[in-house]
């Protein structure tokens, strides 16, 4: 029996994705042999007018309205986001299957019923590869596990029966414990803004198509940045819940059973609004009846009652933000201000304490469960794989270590809390929300996604946060700082990467947690 | 240095335990130097008729009612409270503190506000000494725990700023982790009905304490049944949450930080209604800002807008049900069909499976943690601790183990909550509520407390779940079943533990899920 090394395996899981990919009709291109630096150029050129019209000008609260006054069909809206996410996979890479005929047939479907089978009827979707598909494979970016049947995932289902579309699946990184999109299946996925930027991860193929206008709405997974990483990196919105509010079944990937610090899946969006319409779908379907570990509680989207308290959280006291980021803090503290609440600013608390207990929790095992699934193939560690695993506190531990770092982690979530109560000694009114980078700039480049802390500093305390788009690095208004002394060998890995050439145009977003 | 036994650091609990009862004035007794089997017919021998009415006639509503109509001071209403739990310990033994100075203080402190600091202003509140009690030592029932200090409380801070009065610490059994209540320091508390049965455990000296009229309200922890079988057991209410609800720090126990299945606390009361107070209390207070790691949702008592769907569990498939316990089965069963709920049985689903998973989670370190510090002091294992951490498929585990054991756990959970979705097949209407006993029949004799199914079962799921007193044993309604032949040795232990007239006049409680 020949034996099937670990590229060819890898390869049939490109030539199923090439195969879907032929599927597109009329095909795509031919593009130009040497890609611009800036993707987003191409969609206007490769795209019928009506096509770009429809994934470029619109949001998804938007297009379910046009659907609804049949200003669409879902038939065309679902053909036009294919063909835009096939040219997103040309421009960057971040699709490792496009549903073709499935989304066409289920669009038709939906086209044919006297009335909507949901909220989200006729609205194309678009989910991470990882996540699995009724009926597909699931990889989740191991060799190894490339033709695996996909996991049931309840949120699919749920999506489903509220009337969407799924049309595509995109890439994610190696262990998805990157905040990168890189794996020996797919490659490498490249920012549309800029291909020598990441589109961060490891939801970074949703993040990507997003930003490259291929999709308005898809779902990815964080448990420590990886949707708000990628929402930050390609200017779209993206939003963690608080963990146990969203089933999680059917993520596939290494560790399973690891709850010391839990992921959750998560919307990326245009829009705000679409934020709140993803969960108030999910949770509406009650999924506490299939799950009885989450907790049972509709969403609620708050109402401001009186003016926020918001604190600016400039960096987290380790890595200190680029230019380009503090003026978006700037910019959105003086509109805050402008819109009458008060501002004052945030002083984090042991970041580094809490980095050190965090990547302690990600692999109590040592990363065996992860180095395993890898080895089994043969393929090689891809470097943010070796990176993340290798943090200096990361040790294989027996049960009785794991209790006592979730004790180091509950005296580390219970100082946070009474920290933050903390800041009502001077008025009585505590701190309402938090604004801070999710990443301390622009997207980096690709290799350089080091700093995990300004997302997932949220996780370890499982507070809800999300990312919107604030603005662009501008070359001339985001000057580099050439008098700063770092502060310490992260920060000046962090303080040397920044360009303002290198990242001119690239979008920065800031956090609210 | 001369080396303490622990028989010796025992002795010094027990000297500290009664130091506190000596304070009594005036002091109780004397008691007859054989104590009755019922010990319920001494509070109207050794107390004032002020103070049997007091205690015995009111709920904790009622009681609070009178407070605030100055129909009675806390003061005396502490007094009264104070030294029936004095008897109650002389009586069954299930006090390891009477705080009589503290308490009055507190109650004179109360009385001589202007304003009600809180909703529990001025009400005697018992607690289970293993929660600890700020300023006071905790050995949470370990030898070689004696002498440490208690951790911060935060439930017991909110019920303190909420207007109680703390006034006395209740028994626990060794290792907290027994249906009954028997250590090396206190030893065995009995059950008020009848000396030779067991007030259950962990929170055996609450149960006890609130059977015998000693306590209106107090709160314990239930990780399989610690809340519930001391109430089911001494025939008052006990309410276990779901896990992340209520604040969980200033419990102490060994194996702090396993989290594969979470204790909770949880009130004992006289009436339903104080349930919903407590939870309302906690609530509004708003733990989650205190503990990230809790849910943020507010008590909300269910109303019922149309008829109950009620499903009877007879039993669990493993061991039967008394007599006395069928009964109530039928009775409550009938009152349902008398207020129009529509009442259909209820099918186990594969609790065997259940408890060898939750048995695995509850000792992951094969009981290590629990056996060290048993051992620190030299002091022997109960049997009950013995046989508990001995269960079949109890081993200590490596991580992935524990992570592939947390998979059995969820897929178990995702079956049996399909289970209960099935049960709409038939008129799309799901079983709203299940109706069960908590223990198979009213308290057992000692050392016979080894049916953790029927509470266990739902912490394994947590789901809430409330305990509630029907009827007692009559041995006229109830003989026992001569024809019944046992479905295995479980079942056959059990059945031959009843004899109507052993069990005569115990009060029997159901469960709802």
């Not at 699946?169 to 920012?191: A, D, F, K």
């Not at 193929?205 to 949707?227: P, R, T």
């Not at 999910?282 to 109402?303: I, M, N, Q, Y």
């Not at 690095?473 to 700063?484: F, G, I, L, R, S």
Request: hydrophobic share 40%; net charge negative.
């Amino acid at each position: 029996m020949a034996i099937t090394s670990w590229q060819e395996k890898a390869q049939e899981a490109r030539d199923y994705r090439d195969a879907s990919l032929a599927k597109v009709k009329p095909p795509i291109g031919p593009l130009p042999l040497s890609l611009p630096v800036n993707s987003l150029e191409l969609p206007k050129q490769h795209l019928t007018p009506r096509e770009y019209e429809l994934t470029q000008e619109y949001d998804a609260i938007q297009l379910l309205a046009m659907l609804k006054e049949k200003e669409v069909t879902s038939e065309e809206l679902t053909r036009a986001f294919l063909r835009r996410a096939a040219l997103a996979q040309a421009a960057v890479n971040c699709v490792t299957e496009l549903m073709w005929d499935d989304a066409i047939e289920r669009a038709k479907f939906l086209d044919a019923q006297a009335e909507p089978v949901g909220p989200l009827h006729g609205l194309p979707f678009s989910v991470k590869q990882q996540h699995g598909m009724r009926g597909k494979p699931c990889h989740a970016s191991y060799v190894a596990w490339i033709g695996e049947p996909s996991t049931i995932n309840p949120i699919n289902d749920i999506l489903w029966d509220a009337g969407c579309v799924f049309y595509v699946r995109t890439t994610e990184p190696q262990s998805t414990m990157h905040l990168e999109c890189n794996n020996n299946i797919t490659g490498r996925t490249v920012n549309p803004y800029n291909r020598n930027l990441t589109p961060g991860g490891s939801t970074g193929g949703e993040g990507a198509l997003l930003g490259y206008g291929a999709s308005v709405f898809g779902m990815g997974g964080d448990i420590g940045g990886s949707v708000r990483g990628p929402a930050s990196n390609n200017g779209v919105y993206g939003f963690k819940p608080t963990s146990k509010r969203l089933p999680l079944r059917g993520m596939k990937c290494a560790m399973i059973g690891n709850e010391t610090v839990m992921p959750t899946f998560g919307p990326l969006t245009r829009r705000r609004e679409t934020i709140n319409l993803f969960m108030d779908v999910v949770l509406t379907a009650e999924p506490w009846r299939l799950d009885p570990g989450l907790f049972s509680k509709s969403w609620t989207p708050v109402s401001l009652e009186k003016p926020l308290k918001v604190a600016i959280q400039w960096d987290d006291g380790v890595v200190k933000s680029h230019p380009p980021m503090l003026r978006a803090l700037r910019e959105v503290a003086q509109a805050c201000r402008n819109a009458g609440m008060e501002v004052v600013d945030w002083v984090s608390y042991e970041h580094e304490k809490a980095w050190d207990i965090l990547s302690r929790l990600y692999f109590p095992d040592g990363g065996l469960d992860t180095i395993e699934v890898i080895e089994k193939s043969g393929e090689p560690l891809v470097p943010l794989t070796e990176w993340i695993i290798n943090q200096p506190g990361v040790r294989k531990l027996d049960i009785r270590k794991l209790w006592a770092l979730c004790g180091e982690r509950d005296a580390y979530r219970a100082a946070h809390a009474a920290h933050w109560s903390d800041t009502a000694d001077a008025d009585r009114h505590e701190v309402d929300v938090i604004l801070c980078p999710a990443v301390p700039g622009a997207a980096p480049p690709h290799e350089c996604a080091r700093c995990w802390d300004y997302t997932a500093q949220w996780n370890l305390l499982d507070y809800p946060a999300v990312v919107f788009p604030v603005t662009y690095v501008d070359a001339q208004k985001d000057p580099a700082n050439a008098e700063y002394t770092p502060l310490n060998s992260q920060d000046k890995f962090n303080h040397e990467l920044y360009d303002p050439n290198l990242y001119g145009g690239a979008p920065v977003c800031l956090q609210v947690v």
